[in-house]
């Protein structure tokens, strides 16, 4: 027997395919939502990874599992972009900043925004690392905006997010119209009067 033939490479070598797989299913995933949609064929993912399609669902059970491992690298991206702000001298403008932010990157294909929502809705037992790194930032920075007294105090920052989640899911092809509803629902309605 070779070192190269014990069990422990040969665990190696396996767990070295596990993640190349993972990594080409995810890209091909990337690849084919950004053409044809999040609704297009697993099956077409499968091909573009090389891999069969027992093999895509080993990894993601379901499509909404795949689209939140897409979604973990944008929460990723969406987190950092928080810390950074957090040093920006005007709150506002900081908090409207990551917001326009966060709806420019969850709509990077069509249906994105949708499959943010269904992270949005709190409802699973246990969010990713990744969500919780967002919604954590997030929140620190809205709340750096309502200690400024630039948001509204009694307001949950988890409403917003799906506020601006809502928008985002309503604008995937209209980026001008994202800006102005975002705008819209900063300033409200009607200023001044409480509903």
Not at 172 to 180: D, F, N, T
Request: no cysteine.
């Amino acid at each position: 027997m070779t070192s190269d033939d014990t069990p422990k490479a040969r665990a190696r070598a396996v767990r070295a395919d596990v993640r190349r797989n993972r990594a080409r299913l995810l890209a091909a995933a990337r690849e084919t939502f950004e053409r044809d949609g999040a609704g297009a064929s697993l099956e077409a993912v499968a091909r573009g990874a090389g891999v069969g399609i027992g093999t895509l669902y080993r990894h993601f059970p379901t499509r909404q599992d795949l689209l939140e491992a897409l979604l973990a690298g944008v929460y990723d991206d969406l987190a950092a972009a928080a810390r950074d702000l957090m040093v920006t001298p005007a709150p506002d403008e900081a908090l409207m900043t990551w917001l326009r932010t966060f709806i420019s990157e969850v709509t990077a294909f069509p249906g994105m925004a949708a499959s943010a929502m269904v992270s949005l809705q709190d409802e699973r037992p246990e969010p990713s690392r990744s969500w919780r790194a967002m919604h954590g930032a997030g929140e620190a920075l809205f709340a750096r905006a309502q200690r400024a007294g630039d948001a509204p105090a009694g307001v949950s920052f988890t409403d917003v997010l799906r506020l601006a989640g809502a928008i985002a899911a309503v604008t995937e092809r209209e980026p001008v119209a994202a800006g102005r509803l975002l705008s819209l629902a900063a300033t409200g309605v009607m200023p001044g009067k409480a509903r």
